[in-house]
């Protein structure tokens, strides 16, 4: 039986899933929002802060930026880093669900670089020394861009990928390496999940996590192809993915969508979060879902040449309402907040967002350590509904 649901029931639904409306998207900290979220995605960029630390901003509130890093990298281990929808954290219960692409990159023997001779040596000397970063192997690049890569840092991340290592923790953002074996719980070692079993409990994961979703939304959020990519397919048509189907007004021609059966019989109440969203957040890291749930085109403007940027280089949505409202191009100096370009989305009225986007402003601020806010750039009614008390 497939249940219908409106384009507004589906967006509730979906901000619930990502702990963005109501009280239980704050419960429990940042290993219960990890947990909730399946994965949150890292990267390099920093403006007001890490993504990985903004995507736990936006859900628990100003909680202390160091307890969100210890929360991730503590010990004994509660979480790892490896490959799903992009390098991200995961919780270290889903260490075997993993086991296939450990398997797929093992036979592949390849991924970006030629896997180069020593690699055995690097394992040995993290069994006998203890973990490392690749400061204590020579370094990680060569001297060119960022994607030629030392032979020690080569061997090193080919070494996680297949599973031999593992990144539980960071120094200075260097990945530590260690062996599997010496901070994977024992009980969560064993490769001894089939592909499918794998592909089975992930797609749960996934769908647990958006709420709502395509299958194509389900694919993007795990990123498999091809056999696997049959895997998952398979799991949701025999309902062994526990999801089931729904058909959502507006979403015609998408393909077919599935929601997390106990997120439809609890429905979605509760308060909305008024936020900056990381552009590298779940919630709108598929572009096209975005702009399906939210009516939202959104381009990361930092990968475009800055003469032909629109909204800025660090671009972040505001979310208020339920809703994405606007953008704001956020920097610091040194106490100031400053707010490179604000706007709002096409209809949406000055006097009725501002309260929102002064609160998203405000909060981020107070957050990082900041005591004052500066709008560099915004509509001038933007700005007269942004100053108004």
């Known amino acids: 039986m497939t249940t219908d649901l409106t384009a507004d029931e589906a967006r509730r639904l979906i901000l619930r899933a990502q702990g963005l409306l109501g ?6 900290g940042v290993h219960a929002m990890l947990r909730r979220l399946g994965a949150v995605q890292l990267d390099t960029v920093s403006v007001l802060a890490r993504s990985h630390e903004l995507v736990a901003y936006a859900r628990l509130g100003q909680v202390a930026r160091e307890r969100v890093e210890s929360a991730y990298w ?7 880093e490896y490959w799903c929808h992009a390098a991200s954290i995961l919780p270290i219960e889903h ?8 398997r797929a990159y093992r036979e592949r023997k390849f991924r970006w ?16 020394a203890g973990p490392i970063t690749t400061a204590d192997v020579g370094g990680s690049r060569n001297g060119g861009p960022w994607w030629d890569w030392s032979d020690s840092k080569i061997g090193l991340e080919w070494l996680l990928d297949i599973g031999e290592l593992v990144c539980t923790r960071r120094v200075g953002w260097r990945r530590v390496y260690d062996l599997a074996e010496r901070v994977v719980p ?23 996590s958006l709420g709502v979703a395509t299958t194509a939304d389900l694919v993007d959020f795990l990123r498999v192809r091809n056999h696997h990519r049959s895997l998952l ?27 997390d059966p106990a997120l439809l019989a609890s429905g979605a109440k509760g308060r909305h979060r008024t936020t900056l969203v990381s552009p590298f957040d779940s919630l709108i890291w598929h572009r096209g879902r975005t702009s399906r749930v939210f009516g939202f085109d959104y381009t990361l403007e930092l ?6 940027r629109v909204h800025g280089y660090f671009t972040m949505p505001v979310l208020s309402g339920g809703r994405l409202v606007g953008r704001v191009d956020p920097a610091r100096e040194g106490t100031t907040f400053v707010a490179r370009q604000v706007s709002l989305e096409p209809g949406i009225s000055p006097a009725r967002a501002a309260d929102g986007v002064r609160d998203a402003l405000w909060e981020a601020a107070s957050w990082v350590g900041c005591d004052s806010v500066r709008v560099e750039r ?4 933007l700005v007269a509904a942004l100053e108004r008390e």
Do not use: N
């Open 74 to 80: 503590d010990h004994p281990a509660r979480s790892f």
């Open 113 to 128: 670089h030629q896997v180069p001779d020593g690699v055995d040596k690097l394992l040995d000397q993290v069994r006998e």
């Open 186 to 208: 024992a009980g969560l070692l064993a490769d001894d999940l089939t592909d499918a079993e794998c592909v089975v409990r992930l797609a749960r994961v996934a769908g647990q």
């Open 303 to 308: 990968y475009v040449p800055k003469h032909k």
């Open 23 to 28: 009280a239980d998207g704050r419960k429990g």
């Open 233 to 259: 397919e398979q799991a949701l048509a025999d309902g062994s993915a526990g999801l089931v189907p729904v058909r959502v007004a507006g979403w015609a021609g998408k393909g077919a969508a599935w929601a």
């Open 95 to 102: 260490w075997p669900l993993y086991s296939f692409r450990r």
């Open 378 to 381: 915004a509509a001038p009614e």
